[in-house]
């Protein structure tokens, strides 16, 4: 079946610096990616998405580029802050399927 | 709008006993689900629905059961609460033929 395999944990860096969290898919068919963030104590935000091959999805300084060829979505950002200390989820869905496959989720700790 | 909410926000439950967690959306989003989430595993989807009326199985059904009544409420009930239950609980939504899920802040349950 679909699944997500997402970068162990965790992720501890200075403020300033560049983040990449890894994020590889197996799917059949043509998935949609996503990034969704998790703060302490909350739930799933929606961070950023790409529904087609070679999309990018950015926000909030965030970015990820749907790539089928290696059927990866790495999550980047060049200047990370403590604001940023947060469990990240790469995921995949198909269209009307109303199954989300996450990944284990990442976290990031941004020190001062 | 208040997006997707859930109630209540902790709960601790001895085994065997019963509850329902609440989910509602003000979206009008026909699709609704219940995800689970556990340390190192990401989200598992429990139960879902396309609209009232209609509910099937995810990932993880086993001691897990919904209804779905009115487009707006979508309740997860454990008849017989198990320590294996100890988890947090996602409800989610979205419009049929749009790949997004919005997610409610969670439950956290306690099953001793």
């Known amino acids: 079946g679909d699944s997500v395999t997402q970068m162990e944990g965790p992720v501890t860096l200075s403020e300033e610096a560049f983040l990449t969290i890894n994020c590889t898919y197996t799917a059949t068919g043509y998935p949609s990616l996503f990034w969704y963030v998790q703060y302490p104590g909350e739930g799933l935000q929606l961070l950023l998405k790409a529904t087609k091959a070679d999309d990018k999805g950015s926000n909030k300084g965030f970015e990820a580029t749907y790539r089928k060829e290696t059927t990866s979505f790495h999550l980047e950002k060049g200047s990370v802050q403590v604001s940023d200390s947060a469990v990240y989820f790469c995921?995949?869905?198909?269209?009307?399927?109303?199954?989300?496959?996450f990944g284990a989720g990442t976290r990031l700790t941004v020190k001062p | 709008n208040a997006g997707v909410t859930q109630t209540p926000k902790f709960q601790v439950l001895k085994t065997g006993q019963s509850m329902t967690l609440q989910c509602a959306q003000d979206?009008?989003?026909?699709?609704m689900s219940w995800y689970r989430q556990d340390p190192g595993m990401g989200l598992r989807l429990i139960h879902y629905s396309v609209g009232a009326g209609i509910t099937d199985q995810g990932e993880v059904p086993n001691g897990y059961n919904v209804s779905r009544s009115t487009t707006e409420d979508f309740p997860l009930r454990l008849l017989s609460a198990a320590p294996s239950q100890t988890s947090v609980y996602f409800c989610?939504?979205?419009?049929?033929?749009?790949?997004?899920?919005?997610f409610g802040p969670g439950t956290r349950l306690l099953v001793l």
């Open positions: 979206m009008n989003h026909e699709y």
């Open positions: 989610a939504s979205r419009s049929p033929g749009l790949p997004t899920q919005y």
């Open positions: 995921a995949l869905t198909k269209y009307n399927n109303n199954d989300m496959r």
